[in-house]
């Protein structure tokens, strides 16, 4: 019986087969050994109608838990900000809905122009002089950055606060393996980087010191200090961010930040089980032909209007190939729509208010779950719109039951950090009310009971 | 055809180098410059690098292309064209003057020798440049 997914009928074949002399598609598999052939049909189940397809995926889908079923206090690089809804009747218009980007500039002003318009965005948030189109994610940023400041100082160290999130560590220390860069952990007791560690760690030696702020631990870090002792020693200063927080809290440029880097799932992206994502990248001008990436370019034609190109190519794999910047040459075109969208429509004052929203909603979740008997906050350091309760019960044990109860408590911190095996961390956005914070409060108190 | 200074030397990449007392000055030729069109940047390596006869020293950028550039002779950078960041074109304007990039003090007198004279220079342009 013909497929309907396949497209050449039982005919076609028979020609195609005719073609090249084989007598059946079996014929076309005879040079694989029969031992590393399966024997006997696949197992499936017969195929549904699409209609039982979609009622069965849909019940598949039902039993997860998401930000919509329940109230998340989700955090640790992905959050719950609210997305307004003209990124999502934007993004399907037909010129907009593809993964992938029409690059050709006679063909794809529209595209390329909001690309642009992000740049200018990101560059404006972060307060850096240039942004790329993006990159896969926050890590995959945090790599390229690493690999960037090694080609810039032609040096070998990278030195890493451990309130770096740890999986942008490992993606990092994946990337460094190749060029053979040596990553230095650097202490960040009572949730903060040690900055007296740092003035030993950081040497001319150090191509990067890199820090996040809010840190992975939700709490805030000194740039200016940072930035002032890796420039000392001749090194640049890497900054993690989240750029939807940068409403409120300085652009790291303006604090000396040389790269700045981060998660921009933030900024109108569902956080959608882990990704796709937004990887952001911010440099200084003077560094921008090391720059990984895409980058548009405004110009004029030849009649004096203006447009969007792709620029500054020359750096990249297709032409420089070996001696590319770096191997990426694409960027997460959809996503960073959602995200010029979403700052658009929320403009200056509407990215002010997520920020005030959120860290107040923070502040006042932190206070309530602090009042739970046994529970407190882990860290004593100023936080943002995230932080670390400690709890009297294993988190593990504590969270089933909680999402029973309609919560997402939070990420327990046992998988990052072992000695934070009581720990959970909690973020807090603006969309969080205060009868659910309340209500939050009152499960985990039953629940710790 | 290209101007081809008689009184420098000159490499396979297109590179020339001018004996300039114990020192050697550096720079890319006028037809290596016509060939790659306008240039945008260069990259060149800091005062005290060291750079390695045939080895790259840096990168040249055009509107066209990016190409490698490769050291006449051996020995440390002791001078670099500043003004190149500024005034990348100054090497279509004047390859062999201003266009200037690399001052360097050679470690070794044997490997001036080895480099293309004018004369065989402007045999290779002539076969196309290869």
């Known amino acids: 019986m013909p497929s309907r997914y396949i497209a050449n009928t039982p005919d076609e074949q028979k020609k195609m087969l005719g073609v090249i002399g084989a007598g ?34 849909s019940a598949l889908a039902a039993r997860n838990a998401n930000a919509e079923s329940h109230v998340s206090f ?4 992905s959050y719950d900000h ?3 809804s003209p990124i999502n009747h934007m993004i399907l218009r037909g010129e907009f809905f593809t993964a992938y980007t029409p690059y050709q500039p006679e063909a794809s002003q529209g595209t390329l122009r909001t690309i642009y318009e992000y740049q200018t965005m990101i560059a404006e948030l972060t307060g850096m002089d240039v942004a790329n189109a993006s990159i896969y994610d926050g890590a995959s940023s945090l790599a390229e950055a690493a690999l960037m400041a090694h080609s810039v100082t032609e040096r070998k160290e990278i030195v890493l606060s451990r309130a770096v999130h740890p999986l942008y560590k490992r993606v990092t220390a994946t990337y460094c393996e190749g060029p053979g860069l040596r990553l230095r952990d650097l202490p960040a007791p009572d949730g903060v980087t040690d900055l007296a560690a740092a003035r030993q760690l950081v040497t001319t030696k150090t191509a990067a010191l890199v820090i996040q702020t809010p840190n992975f631990y939700g709490c805030l870090e000194d740039v200016a200090a940072a930035a002032e002792l890796a420039h000392a020693a001749g090194a640049l200063l890497v900054v993690v ?3 939807v927080n940068l409403g409120v809290l300085e652009g790291p440029g303006k604090l000396g930040a040389d790269i700045v880097v981060g998660e921009g799932q933030g900024l109108g992206v569902p956080a959608s089980f882990g990704g796709p994502n937004l990887g952001v990248f911010a440099a200084k001008t003077e560094l921008v032909r090391r720059m990984p990436g895409r980058l548009v370019g405004a110009t004029v034609d030849r009649d004096g209007k203006r447009g969007f190109v792709l620029t500054l190519q020359t750096r990249e794999q297709h032409i420089r190939r070996a001696k590319a910047t770096s191997n990426i040459c694409t960027n997460v075109a959809l996503c960073a729509l959602m995200a010029t969208i979403y700052m658009a429509t929320l403009g200056r004052r509407g990215l002010v208010k997520v920020g005030e929203l959120s860290t107040a909603k923070a502040h006042y979740a932190a206070e309530r779950l602090a009042k739970v008997p046994g529970v407190s906050l882990r860290f004593p350091a100023p936080f943002f719109k995230e932080f670390a309760l400690k709890l009297p019960k294993a988190p593990d044990r504590l969270l089933p039951r909680l999402v029973k109860q309609g919560f997402l408590a939070g990420v327990p911190l046992k998988n990052f950090d072992r000695s934070l095996a009581d720990c959970l961390l909690v973020a807090v956005t603006e969309k969080r009310t205060k009868a659910e914070i309340d209500a939050f409060a009152a499960a985990l108190e039953k629940a710790v009971a | 055809m290209a101007n081809v200074p008689k009184e420098l030397r000159y490499t396979r990449e297109h590179e020339w180098a001018k004996q300039d007392g114990d020192r050697v000055r550096i720079g890319i030729t006028a037809y290596a410059q016509e060939q790659l069109g306008d240039v945008v940047f260069v990259e060149l390596p800091k005062v005290g690098a060291k750079v390695t006869a045939a080895k790259n020293f840096g990168v040249v950028e055009s509107v066209k292309a990016v190409s490698d550039l490769f050291s006449p002779v051996s020995g440390e950078v002791v001078e670099i064209n500043g003004e190149l960041a500024q005034k990348p074109e100054t090497v279509n304007q004047d390859p062999y003057g201003k ?4 001052v360097v003090k050679p470690s070794s ?6 480099l293309l004279t004018a004369q065989q220079y402007e045999e290779l342009i002539a076969q196309g440049g290869h």
């Open chain 1, 74 to 77: 989700l955090g640790a690089g």
């Open chain 1, 24 to 57: 059946s598609v079996e014929d076309l598999l005879v040079k694989i050994p029969p031992k590393a052939r399966l024997g006997r049909p696949l197992g499936l189940t017969p195929a549904l109608a699409e209609t039982d397809l979609i009622r069965h995926m």
């Open chain 1, 82 to 84: 609210y997305i307004p």
């Open chain 2, 109 to 114: 007198k044997g490997e001036w020798d080895q």
């Open chain 1, 241 to 243: 961010a989240d750029p």
């Open chain 2, 99 to 102: 266009g200037w990039m690399l």
